[in-house]
């Protein structure tokens, strides 16, 4: 029996169990790799609670950058989605909580992720000093770092909430007044998120291989940020439909949901191949370091994250019907998230275990303990992320009652 659109989405006991069980998987997982055979006082434990941490964060600020996005340019078609987005970007809190802990323990050396938060680093007097990490502590200092962290954590947090107290308003009074708000403040906020997006991804990515810089790291962490986050969306809307919720969300939506998935990715393609082909073709020390470390112990996962998060796309979503079959348009979303979920892994280890943990067979390769570790957290943090979207789902109207371009959106037909 179908659901009419106006109805509170209900969240089934089977779904929440499940979520829960998934949670449970990823912190077994947690707490066997802590007590595992690992290198380098738990350096690998964190680095995979920051991946997780980060990247269904960036899931959910992706969601909201998207969300503010469709505000400032006025679109019609995606209003009847509205309520997807919101309940995804309900996880940036968790999910800031999370990457907070890494960076607090990183700053006491619980771990040493970060190089350059050793204060010996910048002491000229110390054998552990480096000339390189010196020149860059004004960027780097402790105050500055963590004001940094703070004005983030604020200012995504203020804009989802408010975002999220006028979305509810509006069901209530309907009219055009809290529209031109939202209009206004996505504005502002697409211009706090065009710094910050690049700001963070050097913050707490790049900055863990720290003789390194690249100007284009900001953008390729965005377009993951933001291919995952409409992989994820189209995911949930299929499922909803499936349910049948959403019942005048038609084939029109879903393409163009599809066509995000193929236009974003490709973009995530051009970036990582130009940061990659300049680096390569100009062959610079300081440069060049950061692929040979890929090269010299990851070169197989290095280069299947390309393919897979390039070809696949490229390939099965070039068709307009593949775009309207949502069998298949799931099957491939779910591979190249976990294709992204796996470019996130290849730019934190690489630069924390330093070819400690390999991938491959053989002596040396401690082939043990990559696979069931990292699955395990994953889909724990997996559970975690979807209790999360679809309890937030289920507390407001799935499609907002009196949203101006409400209309327009039913009738969308591409």
């Known amino acids: ?13 089977k ?9 449970v998987i990823g912190l077994v997982a947690a707490a066997l790799g802590w007590f595992a055979d690992k290198t380098d006082h738990h350096q690998y434990w964190w680095a995979n609670l920051l991946i997780n941490g980060f990247f269904f964060f960036a899931v959910a600020l992706g969601a909201l950058f998207f969300y503010a996005l469709q505000y400032a ?7 009847q989605l509205k309520r997807i987005f919101e309940a995804m970007y309900s996880y940036i809190p968790i999910g800031l909580g999370v990457i907070v802990v890494v ?19 910048y ?6 000093y480096d000339e390189i990490i010196a020149g860059k502590r004004p960027y780097l200092s402790a105050w500055f770092f963590w004001l940094r962290v703070a004005v983030y954590g604020a200012v995504f947090i203020y804009f989802a909430r408010l975002f999220r107290k006028w979305s509810l308003q509006e069901d209530e009074v309907g009219g055009t007044e809290i529209h031109y708000r939202f209009y206004k403040k996505s504005a502002v906020f697409l211009v706090f998120f065009a710094v910050f997006s690049s700001t963070l991804a050097w913050d707490w990515l790049m900055s863990i291989d720290v003789h390194w810089f690249s100007t284009m790291y900001g953008w390729y962490v965005f377009s993951g940020m933001w291919v995952s986050t409409m992989i994820f969306a189209t995911l949930l809307v ?3 439909k499936g349910r049948g919720y959403l019942s005048t969300v038609n084939d029109s939506h879903i393409h163009d949901l599809g066509k995000w998935m193929f236009a974003v990715s490709m973009l995530w393609s051009y970036l990582w191949f130009c940061q990659y082909m300049l680096i390569w073709y100009s062959d610079i020390p300081e440069e060049v370091t950061y692929f040979k470390e890929r090269y010299d112990h990851y070169m197989g996962g290095m280069w299947a994250v390309f393919f897979v998060n390039f070809a696949v796309p490229f390939y099965a979503l070039m068709a307009r019907d593949a775009k ?3 069998k298949y348009l799931t099957r491939v979303g779910v591979i190249i998230f976990i294709g992204h979920f796996a470019d996130l892994y290849m730019a934190v280890v690489p630069g924390t275990i330093h070819g400690h943990l390999e991938w491959g067979f053989g002596e040396g390769h401690h082939t043990t303990f990559v696979g069931w570790f990292e699955a395990g957290m994953f889909v724990g ?3 975690l992320f979807i209790l999360t979207v679809l309890g937030t789902l289920s507390k407001a109207r799935l499609v907002p009652a009196k949203h101006p371009f409400l209309d327009e959106s039913e009738h969308h037909s591409i």
């Open 1 to 13: 029996m179908a659901h009419d659109n106006k109805m509170h989405f209900e969240l089934p006991s």
């Open 15 to 23: 779904v929440k169990t499940t979520a829960y069980v998934l949670m």
């Open 73 to 79: 340019a006025e679109v019609a078609w995606s209003a």
């Open 103 to 121: 960076l607090l323990m990183g700053q006491f050396h619980v771990h040493h992720l970060y190089h350059w938060m050793d204060s010996e680093v």
């Open 123 to 128: 002491n000229p007097e110390s054998p552990a």
């Open 238 to 240: 299929i499922w909803l």
């Open 324 to 326: 309207r079959n949502f």
């Open 381 to 383: 943090f997996l559970g």
